[in-house]
């Protein structure tokens, strides 16, 4: 526990006083329950990974809304004793059978969003339980069953339904198609009861919510391995149970909706260790995950072509709540985010994306110099003071070669899309640990609730990943046109779909003979917004250089779209007069009223290792130091 005059939070990106700092490492997760038993491992000598694999098997049980073992993600890692950083991807994988058009009615017409997130063909090959396999085989010491045995005494003894799960259990996703039975499924679990609605009755707050089902599930994962759920001949019948699930599809649909998904599919997924990919911003060195997360290629075209702006220089007018500062970030964002919608995408199933220029300097420095005369050339700058007319996607693939030429301009536009929110209902969780091992791990099942199916008799729900992918194919042209849009998020074959999360890890630079030294890791759920969230959070710490805690409780603000109409959601707390010059220059900004983001974030000394941190309070969250053993 901490000393009455500990200063939670109070610590800085490179800089943790003793006044603040935990020896032992610190844990920051969106809920108490996973952070306790998270912090019990590492007290009794776990390290980082040991502790990052109970943290996402207990929030299977407490956050079922978010993520689980029918979902998917990315984890980063750094390994102290071998100084190496990479990340694991369990992001899920499209069935063999998938195609660009399988978001296409009998009459060529998109889904609606609504009707295809909540139906079967939704539904990506898991890979959480991989991801989380792998990391333990690898750098762990704790063994899978160990590690789900926390989670399975939660589901099987039950958890107390606090408000933001109460409140997630309203949600409409749990009231689809009432009196069906693939989505009463979980209604059993979550609204037991009867109700006049049909759609059964949420339970209250301070109720005792168990899940025997899912209990008895990890405990045969425990038992059997995962080959109980990835291989259909296993005689437990799980595989068998998940296959057969993801067949549903809401009535509107028909057999379109149906999943595609197969016992092939499933024996055939395999979690993937990457190399990240990093930047230099101001000194520091920011380590991001690479394709099929969109999200570190963002952060990092956001980074370099906000370098050049003083942004923390209060003298210049660029404090962060500063006219100039909010909307010189919110033009990197719709240039980032015009990139992002044509080529960014599954660089293993489309190699020939060029993700090297994307992240090219001279490309960024191109995309975001002062604007010259030509009114032509505005689509590929930023002028303070200005809001540009007319962003498009710039055309990298000159930068991506190895003899550079002049790039192309007129990279091919997308085409139209129907409203394709991303889920927001994604979780993460930060650990360090007293050997300064670092893992930054987020997890989806993408929408609340996901698909809102449940495997019967298994007790997990099954993600709505792949509406992730176009649902409207983008691809036009051929590599050679000037106007060719690679398609790079159409759905095909055990393609990953696009991701935003961005799990990340900040470095000191090396000095004095040392090699870089892990200093901040954080991330966010958000859908979309991750990549802002992200973004403000890297400001605070660096630029800014608030505290952790200021860092995560400050307001935040996203624009995910360089369409003439998109909006800028914001929090509250900004300056009224500033956001109304922000409104003269062209930006539509509406207050949300959700919060955006939820950021899970520790800081550790360059010097000495000691760790602070702050969970969001935007969410349940909990940060935990550890002291020394």
């Not at 926390?150 to 099987?156: D, F, G, L």
């Not at 990890?218 to 699930?245: E, H, K």
């Not at 983001?597 to 550890?626: H, M, N, S």
Request: overall charge neutral; some cysteine; aromatic content about 6%.
């Amino acid at each position: 526990m901490a000393a009455p005059d500990h200063l939670a939070g109070a610590g800085r990106i490179g800089a943790v006083s003793a006044a603040s700092g935990w020896p032992g490492g610190f844990i920051a997760v969106s809920d108490r329950r996973p952070a306790e038993a998270a912090e019990r491992v590492l007290a009794r000598g776990g390290n980082a990974i040991d502790a990052a694999a109970i943290v996402l098997f207990m929030l299977n049980v407490v956050e079922p809304q978010s993520s689980g073992i029918g979902g998917g993600g990315f984890m980063m890692v750094h390994l102290a004793d071998r100084n190496q950083t990479l990340m694991v991807d369990s992001r899920e994988t499209a069935p063999a059978a998938a195609d660009a058009e399988m978001f296409l009615d009998s009459n060529g017409r998109p889904m609606p969003y609504a009707l295809a997130s909540t139906s079967g063909i939704s539904v990506g090959v898991p890979g959480a339980l991989r991801g989380v396999e792998l990391a333990l085989a690898r750098w762990g010491t704790l063994s899978l069953a160990q590690a789900l045995a926390p989670a399975t005494a939660a589901a099987e003894g039950g958890i107390i339904v606090d408000r933001r799960l109460a409140d997630s259990i309203r949600h409409a996703r749990l009231q689809t198609q009432c009196g069906s039975a693939p989505w009463d499924e979980a209604r059993l679990v979550f609204r037991p009861g009867n109700d006049p609605s049909g759609c059964g009755r949420p339970p209250r707050v301070g109720d005792l919510l168990v899940q025997p089902q899912l209990a008895q599930t990890l405990r045969l994962i425990a038992a059997r391995g995962t080959a109980a759920f990835y291989d259909c001949n296993d005689p437990s019948g799980l595989a068998q149970a998940l296959v057969a699930t993801q067949r549903a599809a809401r009535r509107e649909l028909g057999e379109r909706g149906a999943g595609r998904m197969s016992c092939a599919d499933l024996a055939a997924y395999r979690a993937v260790v990457r190399e990240p990919l990093e930047v230099a911003y101001r000194n520091w060195l920011i380590r991001v995950p690479p394709p099929p997360s969109s999200g570190g290629i963002a952060l990092i075209q956001m980074l370099r072509m906000l370098e050049r702006f003083p942004l923390g220089d209060t003298e210049a007018a660029f404090g962060r709540e500063d006219f100039a500062t909010l909307n010189v970030m919110q033009e990197a964002m719709r240039l980032s985010f015009s990139d992002r919608a044509v080529w960014m995408g599954d660089t293993d199933v489309l190699p020939e994306l060029p993700t090297r220029g994307l992240i090219d300097p001279r490309y960024l420095a191109q995309r975001s110099t002062t604007c010259p005369g030509d009114p032509g050339a505005a689509a590929y700058c930023i002028t303070p003071g200005m809001r540009a007319a007319g962003i498009r996607a710039g055309d990298p693939r000159g930068w991506a070669e190895s003899s550079v030429q002049a790039p192309r301009q007129g990279a091919a536009a997308t085409r139209s899309q129907p409203g394709r929110p991303e889920g927001g209902e994604t979780t993460h969780f930060t650990i360090v640990d007293r050997r300064g091992n670092v893992v930054s791990w987020t997890n989806t099942v993408e929408a609340p609730w996901g698909t809102g199916l449940m495997v019967p008799g298994f007790g997990f729900l099954l993600n709505n990943e792949l509406t992730d992918f176009n649902l409207v194919p983008q691809r036009h042209g051929n590599p050679g046109d000037a106007d060719w849009n690679p398609g790079a998020d159409d759905a095909a074959p055990r393609k990953r779909p696009r991701s935003s999360m961005t799990p990340v890890i900040v470095f000191a630079p090396a000095e004095g003979g040392h090699a870089p030294r892990p200093v901040a890791a954080y991330g966010s759920p958000g859908g979309s917004t991750i990549i802002n969230t992200v973004l403000g959070v890297t400001l605070d710490l660096i630029d800014f250089r608030l505290s952790v805690r200021e860092a995560v409780e400050a307001p935040r603000l996203s624009l995910t779209s360089a369409g003439e109409q998109a909006t800028t959601a914001i929090e509250s707390g900004f300056d009224a007069v500033v956001l109304q010059r922000l409104r003269s220059i062209g930006y539509d900004i509406a207050d949300t009223q959700e919060s955006i983001g939820a950021v899970q974030a520790v800081v550790i000394d360059r010097q000495t290792g000691l760790a602070d941190g702050f969970a969001d309070p935007r969410r349940d969250g909990r940060g935990i130091g550890v002291p020394a053993r």
